[in-house]
């Protein structure tokens, strides 16, 4: 009966504790939505309180995944590219595993994508497109497969940025080329499933989702001049939209009731494509939401997130419509959701804003600017990691900086 309590009160704390973790890219969902309430609302004059800084991290612009008390991501040592874990509530390193060269970029070197944690692993793509698979607890290297010298893709102009998706025994990454844009390995052995033969375009700086449409699993992705839906199980082709990407295509695709909405920057925007037995047909296009590589976040029936030319925008999902947009109160930069609030983060100064998640316009409820910032960013870098919200905590990166607050209510 002791027993029986005891193991009742330790599954239950494990699961408050670790109930709101963010385990890969844009959280749990691939849409940048925390499920977390009870979070402040208001943040005090100079913001939440900061719990702990390290300078251990590395050079780059690795995002976070946090898993079971551990925060994961990516920097550059020297001339390698470590995958690092770190105690999420402490800050204290844990680990660290080479994964490969390092990418060099006049933009900053280093690494560019979020690791992905499944199953007890985790899983991170190097900037010249290096995979590996670790173990999560002890960062034991499991396997490894390079995009380019295994999988016959080439490394796009910035470098491989993806994040790469886990999902249902599969790893989905983007290596591009002519065996296939996409492929899907095998999690517990790096071996090829399948490749998308009919679908050879080159890689992008794009993240896949996973979703279910007419019965079927699939995988979206988005390259330079096509929108894809790719079945989960073959490979093969399920339906295409084409799309006039111009220098970089970044923003991850939005996908709610049947629609999927893509944006990209240098001046190309948005659009909004239905999908269903096979086809895409195209519901609207329009240049309101130009997002360079922030992202976006379809909250309600709304599309979040900053544009080119029109500041932070509010934008209806189904008709495209404008529903608001703030130019003046903060600039260009990426956006979280938490509890009715969004989190918006200017690359520029590195100041974040509290605002309401609501259609009725800008509503900022607290502000601060990260502190300190680092003295190693590329004179042509900014501060490009998006935030993280996960167990009532806010983690913000500037290269080797990492940055915990506490923003429980």
Known sequence: MKFSIYLCIGLSLLFSSYGNDWPHWRGSDRDGLSKETGL????????????WTTSEAGIGYSGFSVSEGRLYTLGAFGKEEHLLAFDAKTGKKTWQVSIGELLTNSWGDGPRMTPTVADEKVYALGGRGNLVCVDAQSGRKIWQVHLVQDLGGTVPNWGY?????VD??????????EKGTLAALDSKT?????????????AQYSSP????????????????????????????????????GRTAVIPTPIHDDGHVFITTGYGVGCKLVKIGKGKA?????????????GGVIKYGDFIYGYSDGYGWVCLDFKKGEL???????????AIAYADNRFYCLSEKEGKIVLIEATPNGWNPKGEFTITPQTKQRSTRGKIWTHPVISNGKLYLRDQELIHCYDISG
């Not at 940025?161 to 998706?165: A, M, W």
């Not at 279910?212 to 001049?225: A, E, H, I, P």
């Not at 529903?323 to 930069?333: F, I, T």
């Open 281 to 293: 047909q195209d519901m609207y296009e329009n240049k309101f939401m130009k997002n360079h590589h």
């Open 209 to 244: 989702i996973a979703i279910n449409q007419d019965g079927t699993r699939q995988y979206v992705q988005l390259v330079m001049k096509n929108l894809v839906g790719i079945e989960a199980d073959s490979g093969r082709l399920l339906w295409k939209s084409p799309w006039p």
């Open 161 to 165: 940025t993806e994040s790469v998706l």
């Open 190 to 202: 790096g071996k090829v499933i399948w490749r998308s033969r009919e679908f050879t375009d080159g």
């Open 40 to 51: 402040l609302q208001e943040w005090p004059s100079g913001g939440p309180n900061k719990i």
């Open 323 to 333: 529903q608001w947009n703030e130019k003046k109160a903060l600039g260009k930069g």
């Open 168 to 177: 249902q025994g599969r790893v989905i990454c983007t290596p591009g080329g």
